[in-house]
Structure formats: structure tokens, C-alpha cells
């Protein structure tokens, strides 16, 4: 079938050169509508073709909505990291050299 000046080779997208001489290859033929909404539809993701899943490694990944609201200041969720007097002294000495992690 012929779309858009190029050939394609059953539904794989194989493109084959045009020959300039050929007169077969300067032949206007009108597109195939069925066949580039089947070429339009199988690009989709699978989320955008069926509406659950097909595979059982769909399913991971699904419903990728998170369970739980993202509130940044719930201390219970957010475990950052935080910097007093001790943990600064002990960065330090680590950064120098010290090595008495294992005390």
C-alpha cells in the first residue's frame, strides 16, 4: 500500500526508496483512510487503546493516581533531612578524614 509517497510492507512500517524513473512510483493514489486509522491506533499506548489491562505486567503502573495526597508538610510522609549542631559536626569530621564510623 502506498501512504504518503512511501511504500509500506504489510502493518510494519518498511520504507522503501522511490525510483525517479519508475512510473509506477510518480502514480498519485488516494490514501486509505481504514488503513492510516489502523496505523494511528496501534501507535497508542495501551492506556489510550483499552480501557483495563490485557497483561498481568500491565497492571503494575495502571493507575498511576498516588493512594495518599502529596502534602509536603506532613512530617508522618516527608522524612528530610535535617541539620543541627551534631549532625553538622559529624559531617564535618567525616569530610576531614575522620573515620570512626564503626565505633
Not at 45 to 57: H, M, N, W
Not at 61 to 76: A, H, K, M, N, Y
Amino acid at each position: 500500500r502506498r501512504v504518503s509517497g512511501k511504500h509500506l510492507i504489510s502493518l510494519g512500517v518498511h520504507t522503501i526508496t522511490r525510483k525517479p524513473m519508475s512510473w509506477h512510483d510518480n502514480l498519485e493514489e488516494p490514501e486509505d483512510a481504514r488503513f492510516l486509522n489502523l496505523l494511528h491506533h496501534a501507535a497508542l499506548g495501551p492506556r489510550k487503546k483499552y480501557p483495563e489491562t490485557q497483561t498481568e505486567s500491565q497492571e503494575i503502573g495502571w493507575d498511576s493516581e498516588p493512594l495518599v495526597s502529596p502534602e509536603r508538610g506532613d512530617r508522618r510522609l516527608n522524612h528530610f533531612r535535617v541539620y543541627n549542631d551534631i549532625t553538622l559536626y559529624k559531617a564535618k569530621m567525616w569530610s576531614l578524614g575522620e573515620d570512626d564510623r564503626h565505633k
